[in-house]
């Protein structure tokens, strides 16, 4: 971890992203040299047992010379995920209706399932009536 009293990087630009319990801070940092650098952190609140909170951090440095390769990498695992999951939410965590949804989706499908054998079962028992072959009696 950096010590503060080395050297304390100047702030150029600094832009905050909120989600939820975390906030992520894209700061833009000067080195000694006068180039430019990202940090990337991600700050997570948490609660004590008696009422308080604290945060957690996580800090990424990235310098220029890495930009374009961690720009693709990043967009192309995005995309990944985008193009297999969808941009939906899916977790519990996320969405507090997660459980009724997921139990309703089962009972759909289970209901889906039954009419399906229900519709195959009618659909073979007209099958069966219709190849009955009634006598004239007239004849």
């Known amino acids: 971890m950096e010590n503060q009293n080395?050297?304390?990087a100047e702030e150029i630009f600094s832009k905050a992203l909120r989600a939820g319990r975390r906030t992520y801070f894209?700061?833009?940092r000067e080195t000694k040299?006068?180039?430019y650098y990202l940090t990337i952190t991600e700050s997570k609140k948490f609660t004590n047992e008696d009422?308080?909170?604290y945060y957690k951090k996580h800090k990424i440095y990235l310098y220029k010379e890495d930009f374009a390769e961690f720009n693709s990498s990043l967009k192309e695992t995005c995309d990944f995920i985008i193009?297999?999951?969808g941009?939906?939410?899916i977790s519990e965590r996320h969405d507090k209706d997660f459980e009724m949804k997921k139990e309703k989706k089962e009972e759909s499908d289970?209901?889906?399932k039954s009419d399906s054998t229900d519709k195959k079962e009618e659909e073979e028992e007209e099958k069966d009536?219709?190849?009955v072959d009634f006598e004239n009696d007239d004849e």
Do not use: L, M, R
């Open 6 to 8: 080395d050297y304390n």
């Open 26 to 28: 894209f700061d833009v």
């Open 33 to 35: 040299a006068g180039d």
């Open 51 to 53: 009422g308080t909170f």
């Open 83 to 85: 193009e297999n999951k």
């Open 87 to 89: 941009e939906e939410v």
């Open 110 to 112: 289970s209901t889906d």
């Open 129 to 131: 009536f219709a190849d």
